[in-house]
């Protein structure tokens, strides 16, 4: 049984379009959810992160919005490039001092120009 | 120049043999972990170490034996290999032992068991 799921398994969209990327979880414990971007042949690097107390977080072109009550989140890619083409994975922890992430599935991106 | 190597980038071997996965980190952290990532599943935490102490084990199977030798140095020996044991395996580093936020991960090590 998968604790943190993604959907869709994979998207494309063009180049300027905005990109959204599904995560849902299932243990109310969870209350940091970082969002990880791996390029092929390389390990995943941690994006963006949110806690639980907060609803959106933004950097730069990426944004997070979660919704706590629905136990959904979701990343949200801004005119989206084709340096951005990569997996991304969202993860649960129950904390920022935990090292234990529990992880998605993962969202292929790719992003035509 | 890289931060954490990981050594072979690819590697295939028969079922039964046994494989030792080299990990080095430059990044002068304390704490160091091994995880799984296969067709099948998700990432999955597998082992941390820290100061050269196992601190955690989610591996079921005592086929997986993480080995330090140096302060900057994991390895992994996979005994009796499996085909289910075909994954990438990506070594990762943090300052201190915990913060998944400060954790920062090699390029893996691709095992294809046959």
């Known amino acids: 049984q998968q604790q943190v799921r993604q959907s869709p398994q994979s998207l494309t969209v063009w180049e300027g379009e905005t990109a959204i990327l599904n995560c849902s979880y299932e243990?109310?414990?969870?209350?940091?959810f970082p969002w990880y971007q791996q390029f092929p042949g390389e390990g995943p690097a941690l994006l963006i992160s949110?806690?639980?107390?907060?609803d959106k977080k933004e950097d730069g072109r990426f944004t997070i919005f979660f919704n706590k009550r629905e136990k959904k989140l979701s990343l949200h890619i801004t005119d989206s490039q084709p340096g951005d083409s990569a997996t991304y994975f969202c993860a649960a922890s129950e904390g920022t001092g935990g090292y234990k992430v529990v992880f998605g599935s993962g969202t292929r991106l790719l992003v035509s120009p | 120049d890289p931060k954490i190597i990981q050594k072979p980038k690819y590697l295939v071997a028969v079922t039964g043999s046994e494989k030792i996965l080299i990990c080095e980190q430059y990044?002068?952290?304390?704490?160091m972990y091994w995880y799984r990532q296969s067709a099948k599943k998700p990432l999955e935490f597998m082992f941390s170490?820290?100061?050269?102490?196992?601190?955690d084990n989610q591996t079921a199977s005592s086929r997986f034996q993480p080995q330090s030798s140096k302060k900057n140095h994991l390895d992994l020996q996979i005994t009796a290999l499996k085909p289910d044991d075909s994954a990438t395996y990506f070594c990762a580093s943090s300052p201190r032992l915990g913060g998944w936020a400060e954790q920062f991960f090699g390029p893996g090590t691709r095992l294809t068991v046959l």
């Open positions: 990044l002068g952290h304390n704490a």
């Open positions: 170490y820290s100061y050269q102490k196992l601190m």
């Open positions: 243990d109310s414990t969870f209350n940091y």
């Open positions: 949110i806690s639980s107390v907060s």
